[in-house]
């Protein structure tokens, strides 16, 4: 689908699953794949965004902001303009991951250190829905939920302790909705869990 043009929310809303879900397959896919970005551009009609002069004036409030401070703006900020600052160099990073930066705006960006890494927050993120998928995958297997206590290393331990952290964060109501859905859609039951008592078993 992407490879004929539909953009992440479209496929999103195909396969009925949540963006950032179909975010995270396209970026494997890309790197496993050099010419797919080309290929959906192409029958996107996709071309680079144009620069405008707010473009400009805001590039150059981002260089001034990182000269000053050492540091990305947040999007926590407190402050209306560091907020705005954050989401366009966000929106900006998006737009080098599909190829769609204008080069005017890259080349003016090169002149900050490593500024297309995601800020730590963003890591995390991508991390947690790579322990999303590999649960998802584990399941999918035949597995029975993972048990955080079940070894001191291996994938079950792993997960378990991940799917363990999840649950304990529901409880206490640290678990913000997007990922409590996220979960609920790719991993009914999760809640739960086990089953308490030895399973039935099987006849024949």
Not at 21 to 44: F, M, N, S, W
Not at 100 to 123: C, S
Request: net charge positive; proline share 6%; charged share 30%.
């Amino acid at each position: 689908m992407y490879r004929r043009g539909l953009g992440r929310r479209q496929i999103a809303e195909l396969v009925k699953a949540a963006p950032a879900t179909v975010g995270y397959h396209l970026g494997i896919a890309r790197k496993a794949d050099p010419g797919l970005q080309a290929e959906h551009q192409e029958a996107a009609g996709r071309k680079p965004s144009k620069v405008t002069v707010q473009g400009l004036e805001r590039m150059q409030q981002l260089l001034a902001f990182v000269q000053e401070t050492g540091r990305y703006p947040s999007r926590h900020s407190g402050t209306k303009s560091e907020r705005t600052l954050a989401a366009w160099l966000q929106r900006r990073r998006q737009e080098a991951r599909t190829g769609a930066l204008p080069p005017t705006i890259r080349d003016g960006l090169a002149a900050l250190p490593a500024w297309q890494t995601p800020p730590r927050a963003e890591a995390d993120e991508s991390r947690w829905l790579e322990r999303l998928q590999a649960l998802a995958r584990y399941r999918a297997t035949g597995h029975e939920w993972p048990r955080h206590k079940a070894s001191d290393s291996g994938e079950e331990h792993e997960l378990g302790v991940w799917l363990h952290s999840q649950r304990y964060k529901l409880r206490n109501g640290e678990l913000n909705s997007e990922k409590t859905d996220m979960l609920d859609s790719n991993l009914p039951g999760w809640r739960v869990g086990r089953k308490r008592g030895r399973r039935p078993l099987i006849d024949g």
